[in-house]
T-cell receptor, first 114, second 114 residues
Framework: DVKVTQSSRYLVKRTGEKVFLECVQD?????MFWYRQDPGLGLRLIYF???????EKGDIPEGYSVSREKKERFSLILESASTNQTSMYLC?????????????FGDGTRLSIL | AQTVTQSQPEMSVQEAETVTLSCTYD???????LFWYKQPPSRQMILVIR??????QNATENRFSVNFQKAAKSFSLKISDSQLGDAAMYFC???????????FGTGTRLKVLA
């Protein structure tokens, strides 16, 4: 089975801090994604990557950046955390190419910014 | 731009009964893929069922089936013989062929009553 591992289930940080959320997948997937999940808003795409060192902005990239130095790892960075970034963050991965391939998700990181 | 709409924020069903969750989407594409994902409380999001737009036959996975109406742009999920373990958030998702992006609806919370 595909395993997508997010480094933390729960994280508490302070405003202004630089925050790193890590995600690792073990199935050699080309595509990796970071979503933010808020009640009533569903999943909103922050960034995605289709190859090492390649990234594209999603729907809500402001205040975030990403890094993909190795195929299996995709990091989300909050440059200067703010309280409105308190949310559940989900990482996902999928094979490239065939579009009927589903995404595989991690357990999520519930991030609180105080 | 493509959109996915889940008009039922919350639904309830009696154990062993059947329930249908609604999903509509808007697209000008002809080749795309549709997915239903399940997110149990505090657990990982997993794929329930997928449908290729070019297939006329509705997808079925055990107790889960879809009613795919391409002309109406409707993709509803039917859960038969509901079980307590079916209680979860359900998300409908769309992906156009040849793109990396998945577009998610806002979710429907399903409660199963004993």
């Amino acid at each position: 089975d595909v395993k997508v591992t997010q480094s933390s289930r729960y994280l508490v940080k302070r405003t202004g801090e630089k925050v790193f959320l890590e995600c690792v997948q073990d199935m050699d997937h080309e595509n990796m994604f970071w979503y933010r999940q808020d009640p009533g808003l569903g999943l909103r795409l922050i960034y995605f990557s289709y190859d090492v060192k390649m990234k594209e902005k999603g729907d809500i990239p402001e205040g975030y950046s990403v890094s993909r130095e190795k195929k299996e790892r995709f990091s989300l960075i909050l440059e200067s955390a703010s309280t409105n970034q308190t949310s559940m963050y989900l990482c996902a991965s999928s094979f490239g190419g065939a579009s009927n391939q589903p995404q595989h998700f991690g357990d999520g990181t519930r991030l609180s910014i105080l | 731009a493509q959109t996915v709409t889940q008009s039922q924020p919350e639904m309830s069903v009696q154990e062993a009964e059947t329930v249908t969750l609604s999903c509509t989407y808007d697209t000008s594409e002809s080749d795309y893929y549709l997915f239903w994902y399940k997110q149990p409380p505090s657990r990982q999001m997993i794929l329930v069922i997928r449908q290729e737009a070019y297939k006329q036959q509705n997808a079925t996975e055990n107790r889960f089936s879809v009613n795919f109406q391409k002309a109406a742009k409707s993709f509803s999920l039917k859960i038969s013989d509901s079980q307590l373990g079916d209680a979860a958030m359900y998300f409908c998702a769309y992906r156009s062929s040849g793109t990396y992006k998945y577009i998610f609806g806002t979710g429907t919370r399903l409660k199963v009553l004993a």
